[in-house]
T-cell receptor, first 110, second 116 residues
Framework: EDQVTQSPEALRLQEGESSSLNCSYT??????LFWYRQDPGKGPEFLFT???AGEEKEKERLKATLTKKESFLHITAPKPEDSATYLC???????????FGEGTQLTVNP | GAVVSQHPSWVICKSGTSVKIECRSL??????MFWYRQFPKQSLMLMAT?????????EQGVEKDKFLINHASLTLSTLTVTSAHPEDSSFYIC????????????FGEGSRLTVL
């Protein structure tokens, strides 16, 4: 059974204070690891897909990296508008379904 | 980017009534759509996989007769919560896979169901 564990559960940062969110996973044959952003009362918004260890992707202040056991979402000089819950999900060779982690609730204070 | 639309965005109903939620892919075709349920401060739990033209595949513990799923076209899937009860109150989210292009999964905005 695929499993995803995200840490920390919640993270408070000051504006400009860089940090990283962790996503540890176990999956049978990783087909993709996904990062989403979710604002309260909204559906998840796609951020990145990573397919193989060593892969990195960037988008504005966000950078996602992947190893064989975990993924990190690095946030550089965050702004208050980066406050949201960040979800990590994986899909394996067992099928096309996504298994989600519990998410990290990020709050960036001005 | 691809857009997935859900309707209604929120609904309040009386216990015992049925509620239908629509999920539409607006600018792409989706042979597969997924329905999730999310309780407050929890992550998304997959309820069922909806396949166009065939029966949905339900996750363990999800009642097929209570959560009816219909995927009649390549752009529309519906979830009907039958004989709703207060414990069915939740945030329901659909997603659709852009089958013929990127294969990426896009999510709708969600539908908040409150059963009184």
């Amino acid at each position: 059974e695929d499993q995803v564990t995200q840490s920390p559960e919640a993270l408070r940062l000051q504006e400009g204070e860089s940090s990283s969110l962790n996503c540890s996973y176990t999956v049978s044959g990783l087909r993709g690891l996904f990062w989403y952003r979710q604002d309260p009362g909204k559906g998840p918004e796609f951020l990145f897909t990573l397919y193989s260890a060593g892969e990195e992707k960037e988008k504005e202040r966000l950078k996602a990296t992947l190893t064989k056991k975990e993924s990190f979402l690095h946030i550089t000089a965050p702004k208050p508008e980066d406050s949201a819950t960040y979800l990590c999900a994986v899909t394996g060779t067992s099928g096309s379904r996504l298994t989600f982690g519990e998410g990290t609730q990020l709050t960036v204070n001005p | 980017g691809a857009v997935v639309s859900q309707h209604p965005s929120w609904v309040i109903c009386k216990s015992g009534t049925s509620v239908k939620i629509e999920c539409r892919s607006l600018d792409f075709q989706a042979t597969t759509m997924f329905w999730y349920r999310q309780f407050p401060k929890q992550s998304l739990m997959l309820m069922a996989t909806s396949n166009e033209g065939s029966k949905a595949t339900y996750e363990q513990g999800v009642e097929k007769d209570k959560f009816l799923i219909n995927h009649a076209s390549l752009t529309l899937s519906t979830l009907t919560v039958t004989s709703a009860h207060p414990e069915d109150s939740s945030f329901y989210i659909c997603s659709a896979r852009d089958t013929w292009n990127t294969g990426e999964l896009f999510f709708g905005e969600g539908s908040r169901l409150t059963v009184l």
